[in-house]
């Protein structure tokens, strides 16, 4: 493993004084479908993650077996952890110390091609979803696409539909037209919940300025990823890299648009996928070579029990307290706030 050079304790303790008073929000924390990784973010003093409960091979019936799974499960941690079906949540797990988990899609593939599933989804507790992964799917193409074809009219209805009910739409892994189009269809603010700046690393997970810039214009969010193989090509980018593309997007449209979407995608102690994981990725075109570095694979963060490393990254490049209050949370809550609207829809179970 890279050896990190250890991080002084006055700069780190500065950062941990920080998240004790700041809400931190992960807009993409996909092991949380798990949530024997909860305890990753709590000790990394996070306050909210984005847990993904559906990626482009999950059926509509594995879906939404899935979710009944999550429901389980949490029973299990309901001293510690807390769903979130609106931003009041989100403040009421900062209060109680308990880490907030939003239900979120990779894919539109769960929908099974009907988009009176939005509702149904809503309903069981979803609050984002993202069009397309890196493929073509029926609301429009992912950033792998070569057709780069655009949203599709399918696309267009879950996009009203997710507006209607308040549930997020999430342009990471689009193509870039896709992302264009579904940024000025919808009627309210869009995010890319983890992505970097194309500026600062060409790859296709990265986007150009000009979506950054579009997203932005509508109220958007864009949140930072920290995934080893989009930051540098490299497998193991220092955590330097990763705040250069936030410095990009801060620069470029404005600290106001900027959060956290880290995409801690496997326990930190598995240093990446499983050769075999990877290699079945590949055969189904998910990936390339060239667009996913083979494991194993080290974060600039190594674990998301060390989020207030990134604070101290930011310290040291000058940004003020508020500033960092508004990447570290702030920004996605007031989208969140913009977006989800309580009494679209019932939520799937009551609230205490």
């Known amino acids: 493993m890279p050896q990190r050079d250890a991080t002084p304790a006055q700069p780190l303790a500065e950062a941990k004084r920080l998240h004790e008073r700041f809400i931190t929000i992960d807009a993409c924390a996909p092991i949380l479908n798990d949530l024997d990784n909860a305890y990753f973010w709590l000790d990394g003093m996070a306050t909210c993650g984005f847990a993904t409960l559906a990626l482009p091979e999950h059926s509509l019936a594995e879906t939404t077996l899935r979710i009944a799974k999550w429901y389980q499960q949490a029973r299990k941690y309901e001293t510690t952890v807390l769903q979130v079906l609106d931003v009041s949540d989100i403040r009421k797990a900062k209060a109680q110390g308990k880490l907030g988990v939003v239900l979120a899609f990779?894919?539109?593939?769960?929908?099974?091609?009907?988009?009176a599933m939005v509702e149904l989804y809503h309903r069981l507790g979803v609050r984002a979803m993202l069009l397309a992964y890196n493929q073509g799917e029926a609301g429009g193409d992912g950033c792998l696409e070569p057709r780069n074809g655009g949203l599709t009219r399918f696309g267009r209805q879950v996009i009203v539909?997710?507006?209607?009910?308040?549930?997020?739409?999430?342009?990471?892994?689009?193509?870039?037209?896709?992302?264009?189009?579904?940024?000025?269809?919808?009627?309210?603010?869009?995010?890319?919940?983890?992505?970097?700046?194309?500026?600062?690393?060409?790859?296709?997970?990265?986007?150009?300025?000009?979506?950054?810039?579009?997203v932005a214009a509508r109220g958007g969010v864009i949140g930072i990823n920290s995934h080893p193989a989009f930051i540098d090509g490299t497998s193991s980018p220092p955590l330097t890299s990763v705040v250069d593309h936030l410095d990009h997007?801060?620069?470029?449209?404005?600290?106001?648009?900027?959060?956290?979407?880290?995409?801690?995608?496997?326990?930190?102690?598995?240093n990446g996928m499983s050769?075999?994981?990877?290699?079945?990725?590949?055969?189904?075109?998910?990936?390339?070579?060239?667009?996913?570095?083979?494991?194993?694979?080290?974060?600039?963060?190594?674990?998301?029990?060390?989020?207030?490393?990134?604070?101290?990254?930011?310290?040291?490049?000058?940004?003020?307290?508020?500033?960092?209050?508004?990447?570290?949370?702030?920004?996605?809550?007031?989208?969140?706030e913009a977006v989800w609207k309580p009494g679209h829809a019932t939520p799937a179970i009551a609230k205490t």
């Not at 997007?249 to 598995?270: I, K, M, N, R």
């Not at 207030?308 to 990254?313: A, D, M, N, R």
């Open 106 to 115: 990779q894919s539109t593939n769960a929908l099974g091609n009907d988009w």
């Open 275 to 336: 050769l075999a994981r990877y290699a079945k990725l590949l055969e189904e075109g998910l990936w390339t070579p060239q667009t996913l570095v083979s494991p194993p694979w080290y974060y600039p963060i190594p674990s998301p029990a060390e989020i207030p490393l990134l604070t101290v990254e930011l310290l040291g490049r000058g940004y003020s307290e508020s500033d960092i209050d508004a990447i570290l949370g702030g920004n996605f809550m007031r989208l969140l």
């Open 249 to 270: 997007v801060v620069e470029l449209v404005g600290v106001q648009h900027v959060g956290l979407g880290l995409d801690f995608s496997q326990h930190p102690d598995a």
């Open 161 to 214: 539909e997710m507006n209607r009910v308040g549930m997020l739409v999430d342009l990471s892994h689009c193509g870039v037209r896709t992302a264009l189009e579904a940024a000025e269809a919808s009627s309210e603010p869009v995010a890319i919940t983890h992505t970097g700046a194309k500026a600062v690393y060409d790859h296709p997970r990265t986007v150009p300025d000009e979506l950054l810039i579009a």
